[in-house]
T-cell receptor, first 113, second 114 residues
């Protein structure tokens, strides 16, 4: 069966450090992968999308990598700030080329001042 | 600003008492989705409309219904809420593009069932 795995344990880091979150998947052949940020009691907010033929995508302090061989995406936040504390969800299209994204449960990031 | 608005933000109902949640959008997106999210879990797709076409997920209980009277509005009806239906309900919209489908979410409606 299809699975999207994100670490259920919160990631605690110090301000200024780089946070790295992992999204692993099985039995998917996604055409693209997305990362969203979700604050408590709010809806997710889109951050970045990376396509299957792209290895890396950057946006300001954010960087996403996508390894279709390892079936893994890494999400990095450099120079992290307490305001980056949130849950980060990855999402994959249901099957290659499907427009329906399926979400992971997310990983909570806590940045300590 | 173009956005997705959900009402109410918080809804308390009694076991078995019908509930309607609403979603409106000013983005003119052709697809509207309803997700259910329970604490520390992934958002789970209940159904979606692609234009006027309704698409139900196979495991969505019959207790959940939806209406999309026009492009801008979509409703989620829970006919007889049970304790297990307490969750955050998220409305999202998108304009499907080749090779990408980015969702814009509303702030969510938190449902409590007593």
């Amino acid at each position: 069966s299809q699975k999207i795995e994100q670490n259920s344990e919160a990631l605690n880091i110090q301000e200024g450090k780089t946070a790295t979150l992992t999204c692993n998947y099985t039995n998917y052949s996604p055409a693209y992968l997305q990362w969203y940020r979700q604050d408590p009691g709010r809806g997710p907010v889109f951050l970045l999308l990376i396509r299957e033929n792209e290895k890396e995508k950057r946006k300001e302090r954010l960087k996403v990598t996508f390894d279709t061989t390892l079936k893994q995406s890494l999400f990095h936040i450099t120079a992290s700030q307490p305001a980056d504390s949130a849950t980060y969800l990855c999402a994959l299209d249901r099957t290659g080329g499907s427009y329906i994204p399926t979400f992971g449960r997310g990983t909570s990031l806590i940045v300590h001042p | 600003d173009a956005m997705v608005i959900q009402n109410p933000r918080y809804q308390v109902t009694q076991f078995g008492k019908p509930v309607t949640l609403s979603c409106s959008q000013t983005l003119n997106h052709n697809v509207m989705y309803w997700y259910q999210q329970k604490s520390s879990q992934a958002p789970k797709l209940l159904f979606h409309y692609y234009d006027k076409d309704f698409n139900n997920e196979a495991d969505t209980p019959d207790n959940f219904q939806s209406r999309r009277p026009n492009t801008s509005f979509c409703f989620l009806d829970i006919r007889s809420p049970g304790l297990g239906d307490a969750a955050m309900y998220l409305c999202a919209t998108s304009r499907v593009a080749p090779g990408a489908n980015v969702l814009t979410f509303g702030a969510g409606s938190r449902l409590t069932v007593l």
